[in-house]
């Protein structure tokens, strides 16, 4: 994914701010510059070998240096990029809710799964969406977020994880499911009543 492109040139010294990406991603640099006849690149103060080309894909942070040869002339210039590290997500168990009256739908308390989101990390905050795209974009998230209502069962909600203070994201999803339980009352009557059950059967007794 291109997160940035920087056209540098040399007739122009002032690179401006220093570049801010995420971990993960690359950026393009770029010092095309008319009448040059070759280009090195060094990183830290490294020349890094083979990297001839105007232009560099840098995947790592550190301070990046491109010198082009104009003319015989050797002129350099110099940017810093950081990658920030991108949160990391805990593990988010599936939240499934009983109904007894047969419905798909239920109510559900989203923020309950924060703290199994953020493993406790003060310093990021999550929202929640109906779907990827929203997630990805930073758009429509759910409102109602203790007392949101499901649309289909299950269903995916997707969360987004972003970090106050670099502003990287992260994104992961859980589903949220109603099962429709039966209700036994055994006290209605002193019979002795034999059931039987396939695995995983939800169905609930009342002594």
Do not use: M, W
């Given at each position: 994914m291109l997160i940035a492109c920087i056209s540098v040139g040399f007739a122009q010294v002032d690179l401006g701010d220093d570049v801010l990406s995420f971990e993960g991603e690359f950026v393009i640099l770029d010092v095309t510059t008319q009448n040059a006849t070759s280009y090195e690149w060094t990183l830290n103060g490294q020349v890094l070998i083979?990297?001839?080309?105007?232009?560099?894909?840098?995947?790592?942070?550190?301070?990046?240096?491109?010198?082009?040869?104009?003319?015989?002339?050797?002129?350099?210039?110099?940017?810093?990029?950081?990658?920030?590290?991108?949160?990391?997500i805990g593990t988010i168990t599936d939240f499934v809710i009983s109904s007894t009256n047969g419905q798909d739908f239920g109510v559900f308390d989203l923020s309950?799964?924060?703290?199994?989101?953020?493993?406790?990390?003060?310093?990021l905050t999550?929202?929640?969406?109906?779907?990827?795209?929203?997630?990805?974009?930073?758009?429509?998230?759910?409102?109602?977020?203790?007392?949101?209502?499901?649309?289909?069962?299950?269903?995916?909600?997707?969360?987004?994880?972003?970090?106050?203070?670099?502003?990287?994201?992260?994104?992961?999803?859980?589903t949220i499911e109603v099962q429709d339980v039966t209700v036994l009352d055994c006290s209605a009557t002193s019979e002795i009543t034999t059931y039987c059950y396939m695995n995983n059967d939800p169905t609930q007794f009342v002594p």
């Open positions: 083979n990297q001839t080309a105007a232009t560099l894909a840098a995947t790592q942070s550190g301070l990046y240096g491109a010198t082009a040869l104009i003319n015989g002339t050797p002129s350099s210039v110099t940017v810093q990029v950081t990658f920030n590290p991108v949160p990391v309950t799964k924060i703290p199994e989101i953020t493993n406790g990390d003060a310093n999550v929202t929640f969406y109906e779907s990827f795209q929203d997630a990805l974009g930073n758009s429509n998230p759910i409102v109602a977020v203790t007392n949101y209502v499901n649309i289909t069962n299950p269903q995916l909600i997707f969360v987004r994880v972003e970090d106050v203070s670099t502003g990287c994201s992260s994104i992961d999803n859980f």
